[in-house]
């Protein structure tokens, strides 16, 4: 068994990050999936261009593990493509608005007409009821309406440059996904998974909205700085910056130790509890950083370490390269791809079974790359592939 999910087969629609994550993580478990661009290739394809040809870094972490093909499901020829497709598949996942996938034939009804136990795994921006329903969407979009970006800026919100949001969804739609295979496995029975990049945001940010619901406690933004404990903030030393974080009554005297002051830190009744010191936050942060600025980012982790006190230095993306414990660990991957100058680091698997490991087994699929394959698979003679493609179908 190459892994736990070997013999199911996807057929992945998606775009940018929320679909495709979803498809790949299931690939990374074993599972076979088709990437199915639109002729000439989706946006995401391209985005943060490495190669001549323009295959994009998003593109290779999203799509490893997958085989490639290009489709106008739209024509005759590619009506017919996919039905055959959809035959031969347990799951469909897409990342499209509602209408999108009736006008392109993948919504449930009509994949069900052709496959009565198929799973569609679908993501919107929104959800599919509600006001919002038909509006389309990227992650920025719910990381604003859930509050977060209020959170972490200054005088104005910010976002993360992270996409948490589509990272998240995706993640949450593997997980839908591989709960309706199971069901499957002892029903027979398909069924709809569905998912939204507002209910995955909102869900982060589930207790700043239970607290503001229960205490009105309209919190504004702290950039760095955390609002339920401290210190809990970035910090500048000698030679680069540091994250510290405390929580609790023990580690917060730990790092009073570490300051080498009980007054006021352990005497002053603004600082007895988390709360009262995520609200008198900046003090402390003050405190830290008049010890941090002292020391190098080696001494001063060092010193964190000693007094058991949460802290880590905060890399740019090519310090994260080098780091020498994600090396060590093995987090990163590196696969060849045409193309491109050197091999490309992918994020390796990110969960790990004893059993049935996960694992990058195969660089992403160039554009078009498997469509011959796959339509001989379904059953097409070299001259009805050349048929097709005159067509413009594929």
């Not at 060590?328 to 698997?349: E, H, I, Q, R, Y």
Request: charged share 25%; hydrophobic share 40%; proline share 6%.
């Amino acid at each position: 068994m190459t892994g736990v999910l070997e013999g199911v087969r996807i057929l992945d629609f998606g775009r940018y990050i929320a679909g495709p994550w979803c498809a790949g993580l299931l690939a990374d478990l074993g599972a076979e999936v088709i990437r199915v661009d639109k002729i000439g290739g989706g946006e995401d394809r391209f985005v943060v261009p490495l190669t001549d040809e323009g295959d994009g870094a998003m593109y290779q972490q999203m799509n490893r593990n997958k085989r490639g093909m290009t489709l106008n499901p739209t024509s005759p020829e590619g009506k017919e493509i996919l039905r055959r497709m959809v035959e031969t598949a347990d799951v469909v996942v897409a990342n499209l608005p509602e209408k999108a996938l009736v006008s392109l034939g993948l919504d449930y009804e009509s994949l069900t007409a052709i496959k009565p136990d198929i799973i569609l795994t679908s993501t919107t921006a929104f959800g599919t009821t509600g006001p919002f329903s038909e509006k389309i969407g990227f992650d920025p979009v719910a990381q604003g309406m859930s509050g977060l970006m209020h959170l972490t800026g200054y005088e104005e919100p910010m976002r993360s440059a992270a996409s948490w949001v589509d990272f998240n969804t995706a993640t949450l739609s593997a997980l839908g996904t591989l709960a309706a295979i199971m069901s499957h496995r002892a029903t027979g029975k398909g069924q709809r998974v569905q998912t939204s990049l507002l209910h995955t945001a909102l869900t982060t940010a589930s207790p700043a909205l239970i607290e503001q619901a229960m205490h009105k406690a309209d919190r504004v933004g702290t950039g760095n700085r955390g609002q339920v404990s401290a210190p809990a903030d970035v910090f500048k030393t000698k030679d680069g910056w540091i994250y510290i974080i405390v929580l609790g009554q023990s580690m917060y005297r730990r790092w009073a130790n570490l300051m080498g002051e009980d007054d006021p830190w352990l005497t002053d009744p603004r600082f007895e509890t988390d709360e009262k010191r995520a609200d008198h936050s900046l003090a402390i942060s003050e405190r830290t950083q008049k010890w941090a600025e002292t020391l190098t980012n080696d001494e001063a982790l060092a010193a964190l370490e000693d007094a058991r006190v949460p802290g880590a230095p905060i890399y740019t993306p090519q310090q994260a390269l080098e780091c020498e414990h994600i090396e060590a660990a093995g987090f990163l991957t590196s696969v060849d791809f045409p193309g491109a100058n050197k091999p490309v680091p992918l994020a390796d698997t990110p969960m790990q079974l004893s059993g049935t490991p996960g694992s990058v087994r195969n660089r992403a699929p160039k554009l078009s790359e498997h469509t011959d394959e796959i339509l001989s698979e379904l059953g097409y003679s070299s001259s009805e592939i050349e048929g097709i493609r005159s067509a413009k179908a594929v």
